[in-house]
């Protein structure tokens, strides 16, 4: 997984409505709609306002990205739920944020990065929640995936959910790597998908595109109105893409958004718990 930069996300708080506005304008839905689509429940099912959120900083490995946990916290709080990120960081972060009754809790290191529901000690993670919002995104975008060729760049753990979650949308879904062994994996483990030979062609036969990959997309091989929902970090396309193509990416916004609405349909808010 490709590390944030503290670059990548200094704006990002200031940046949630723009995300909201454009998707809006690719895909019909704001992030929490995505989010809940990508969840597989209804905007009016939760009541995101009763959810407590708690995100810890960890220092382990390449340290903390300046701003990450605040950028999760604010996340959260533009979906409706209240938040706060902990004064210390790690375990002692961990006891801070459990002493305050949150129904979930972020954490990231450098490999894993999960939303834990406390109530039913279930977790979702980055990985998942960013396959599923990317793909709800691209869904509604491309007016519904069912029954066309969608093609998967990356088969990493992202591109790999995304494969997953493509084709239980009815997609006919085509993977591609530049390590052919990591898509044939993919591939193995999603019976129906084809491997890509040559990903040029494939991007050029191929007008709807989830790329999960850090690798630069050449515009050259896009062709004219592909939709490209693109998670991939970094964020790399030139001017010539976005004149063929609807790019929907953003940082850190749609797979934080999934995470959270997921993580919260794993339970009841502990506020409804507790008055009862
Ligand atoms: C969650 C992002 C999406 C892409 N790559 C993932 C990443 O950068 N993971 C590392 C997150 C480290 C956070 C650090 C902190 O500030 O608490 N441990």
Redesign the pocket.
Same mark, same amino acid.
């Given at each position: 997984?490709?590390?944030?930069t503290e670059n990548d996300i200094k704006n990002l708080s200031e940046q949630l409505e723009d995300i909201n506005h454009m998707l809006l304008r690719c895909c019909g839905m704001n992030a929490k709609e995505v989010a809940c689509d990508a969840a597989g429940i209804s905007p009016n099912s939760i009541i995101l306002e009763d959810y407590l959120v708690g995100v810890v900083? =960890? &220092? #382990?490995?390449m340290?903390?990205?300046t701003k990450? #946990?605040e950028s999760v916290a604010d996340i959260c709080r533009s979906l409706g739920m209240e938040s706060f990120v902990t004064k210390t960081s790690d375990v002692t972060g961990l006891a801070e944020a459990v002493s305050r009754r949150p129904d979930i809790i972020f954490m990231?290191?450098?490999y894993e990065?999960i939303a834990y529901n406390t109530a039913t000690m279930k977790f979702t993670n980055?990985s998942y929640g &960013?396959a599923s919002g990317y793909v709800a995104a691209l869904n509604a975008a491309a007016g519904g995936v069912k029954e066309k060729k969608v093609l998967v760049l990356g088969a990493g753990r992202v591109g790999g959910w995304s494969v997953s979650l493509l084709q239980k949308r009815g997609a006919e879904v085509t993977v591609a790597d530049i390590d052919t062994e990591k898509a044939k994996i993919v591939a193995e483990n999603n019976p129906g998908t084809m491997v890509a030979s040559d990903i040029g062609e494939s991007i050029s036969s191929h007008n709807l595109i989830l790329n999960a990959s850090p690798a630069h997309v050449d515009s050259g091989y896009i062709r004219e109105d592909t939709i490209i929902s693109s998670p991939g =970090?970094p964020h790399t396309f030139d001017k010539e893409a976005f004149r063929k193509a609807t790019i929907i990416h953003d940082p850190?916004d749609i797979?934080v958004s999934a995470m959270a609405v997921r993580s919260a349909s794993f339970s009841r808010p502990y506020s409804e718990r507790k008055n009862r």
């Open positions: 997984m490709t590390r944030l900083p =960890v &220092t #382990s490995g340290g903390i990205i990450f #946990s990231a290191d450098d990065f980055n &960013t =970090v850190l797979g």
